[in-house]
């Protein structure tokens, strides 16, 4: 997997200046056996997922972290990728399609809380998930305020209001065009597209790399890619090398995993190849600024992801006062026992 320690992290969401961006689909299309786990933050998924993550390492398989962007040391997704075997906070994701894989299980984490109690704080949650929802499109909003050239933002929101919509990535590839119109010599995602087509749709992968935290911008692409070989490309002719390494590769068939822009979501950050051990990426991955994220945050953005954070935080220790960690201890038995017998059995 390129990573000795058999340990990933990414993320398969953003928050970004053209709504909130879901590449969950894509993942989807590898997966065969789903559990989909529900119920609000605190009820335990994330920390169940992590401790099955860490025995699953024990066991000798490599593992992924799907991390959360809506809090920084939570996880919203476990998959290991070579049984083809996932975990997914349901809550976590904005859901446009249908699932319904060749084996999947929903269990509701709520079941181990203590309904009487979750039934006397029920107004105040529910009044609080309303509201991290607003929030969520206050942040997309700043985010275009922030980074979106003007003239485009004006566009923007003279043709619909983007900010209030989801958009997984073959939406997104349609934004490719206004890049092009903004003079932006990235290669873009459907270029990318084009240029591999010969290759098997389930060699390719997207993620991203980066998130949005109340602190600056968090940066994994350092870690993800330490024990590659790495190809750093600056300046003007950055995108040139790297439209002449996709179409040198193009024919040979091999995997290929795309890291995604954030703030520009029909761009590319990287490029890296994992039976190569290499990267190819845009910049110094260590040096975020080199890929146009600012080192701070506008003073209207940290204001609006402390309330955030405030709101989530009240919303989870309403909802853990009423868990019942012994029930949890005891079903994480089962689930890891669950996923044992899928793992055999795939």
């Known amino acids: 997997m390129g990573n000795t320690s058999g340990i990933r992290h990414y993320y398969i969401e953003a928050f970004t200046p053209y709504g909130y961006v879901s590449l969950l689909p894509e993942l989807l299309k590898e997966i065969k056996y789903t559990y989909l786990l529900t119920g609000g933050p605190g009820t335990g998924k994330s920390t169940m997922m992590k401790l099955i993550g860490i025995q699953m390492i024990d066991r000798g398989n490599d593992v992924d972290y799907i991390r959360s962007i809506r809090e920084a040391d939570s996880v919203a997704g476990l998959y290991l990728p070579k049984h083809k075997i996932c975990l997914l906070d349901k809550d976590e994701f904005n859901w446009q399609i249908n ?7 929903e269990i509701d984490f709520s ?7 979750l039934e006397e704080h029920s107004p105040k949650i529910s009044q609080l998930g309303a509201s991290l929802a607003d929030i969520e499109q206050d942040i997309i909003a700043q985010l275009r305020k922030d980074y979106m050239p003007k003239k485009q933002e004006e566009s923007e ?9 989801t958009r997984n990535l073959d939406a997104v590839l349609s934004l490719a065009w206004e890049g092009d119109q903004q003079g932006d010599d990235s290669p873009h995602i459907d270029e990318i597209t084009r240029i591999l087509s010969r290759i098997k749709a389930n060699n390719l992968s997207f993620y991203f790399l980066h998130s949005l935290q109340l602190e600056g911008w968090l940066n994994l692409a350092p870690r993800y890619i330490r024990d590659f070989d790495r190809i750093c490309l600056d300046g003007e002719e950055s995108a040139h090398l790297l439209r002449v390494l996709l179409e040198e590769v193009k024919c040979l068939g091999q995997a290929m995993e795309i890291i995604v822009h954030p703030l520009k979501p ?3 950050v990287g ?5 190569k051990n290499l990267a190819v990426w845009k910049g110094n991955p260590c040096r975020i600024e080199e890929q146009g994220f600012r080192m701070g945050h506008s003073t209207e953005l940290i204001a609006i ?3 955030y954070r405030k709101n989530r935080l009240e919303l989870k220790n309403l909802i853990n ?6 029930g949890l201890d005891h079903f994480r038995s089962e689930l890891l026992s669950s996923i044992l017998t899928d793992l055999h059995q795939g």
Do not use: M, W
């Open 99 to 105: 699932f319904c894989g060749p084996y999947h299980r």
């Open 111 to 117: 079941s181990f809380c203590r309904q009487s109690r």
């Open 157 to 165: 929101e003279d043709g619909h209001a983007c900010q209030n919509k």
């Open 266 to 268: 029909y761009t590319i």
């Open 271 to 275: 490029l890296l190849f994992p039976e």
């Open 305 to 307: 992801l402390e309330q």
């Open 321 to 326: 006062d009423s868990v019942n960690f012994r």
